[in-house]
């Protein structure tokens, strides 16, 4: 009968992890550039080395991490010059912070009092050939499909847009920055184009995900219920043992 409960544990685990995540996700809704995660979950055979109190051969639910969709959210207008969009599903802004390069497809960029492109937390965005830097005084960047900027009639830049091969390299650093967690290098985002006036909207779709958040509950409850009756089960036949003894 512990088995039961020993499952049914493993399982409510993984549900309030998966609980937290919803809520993020649903929390996010409204963030610009955040993509949608989900819990990747897994069995684990029980052995009697690591379960002494367990058969071999019984399943345990596996918490296996957060898989992210990198899926190209809904791009909205915002007529600010300095707003920028990438149109392409796994591309990035680079961008420079303490610990090195950083993706981002925030692009949601100011200008520093030194002239610096930078994201609204202060990080400079970084162009082919480092930090770009813009002259107020020559008056609006235009950019181009590609991410070439040019103000005046001039080119003072082009945005860096990478991807990865492999998207699993990348971790969330926070305040919507990725990291690459791996020696992959990244690589030019050709087909990735830049549309000023605009930003990227999250992909997370709040119905599908209010609808799992009340799934995750109904399913919690239900292995509640199934642990009280499996102990309730060893309970009676306890007492019918010591009866019979």
């Not at 918490?63 to 796994?90: H, K, M, N, P, W």
């Not at 950083?102 to 009092?113: E, K, M, N, W």
């Not at 990478?162 to 926070?174: C, I, P, Q, T, Y």
């Amino acid at each position: 009968m512990e088995n039961v409960a020993y499952i049914g544990l493993s399982r409510q685990m993984t549900l309030r992890r998966e609980l937290d995540i919803v809520a993020n996700n649903i929390a996010n809704a409204n963030t610009t550039g955040f993509k949608v995660e989900q819990l990747m979950v897994g069995t684990e055979v029980g052995q009697g080395a690591r379960n002494d109190a367990v058969r071999p051969g019984v399943s345990f639910v596996l918490d296996r991490g957060v898989g992210r969709d990198y899926g190209q959210g809904a791009l909205s207008q915002t007529g600010r010059t300095l707003d920028f969009a990438i149109e392409g599903e796994g591309a990035f802004f680079t961008v420079q912070d303490g610990d090195g390069e950083a993706y981002t497809r925030d692009g949601a960029f100011t200008i520093s009092p030194e002239g610096l492109l930078v994201t609204a937390a202060g990080l400079p965005v970084l162009g082919d050939g480092g930090e770009i830097l813009l002259d107020p005084a020559r008056g609006a960047p235009q950019v181009a499909g590609d991410g070439t900027i040019s103000q005046d009639g001039q080119v003072v830049g082009r945005l860096t847009v990478v991807r990865f091969d492999a998207l699993s390299v990348l971790e969330k650093a926070g305040n919507g920055l990725y990291r690459n967690t791996s020696n992959a290098q990244p690589m030019d985002a050709p087909d990735a184009r830049i549309h000023q006036g605009m930003l990227e909207g999250s992909n997370v779709n709040p119905i599908l995900e209010i609808t799992n958040l009340i799934e995750i509950s109904r399913s919690y409850e239900r292995i509640s219920k199934m642990i009280e009756q499996s102990n309730e089960l060893s309970r009676k036949s306890v007492e019918r043992l010591g009866r019979v003894g």
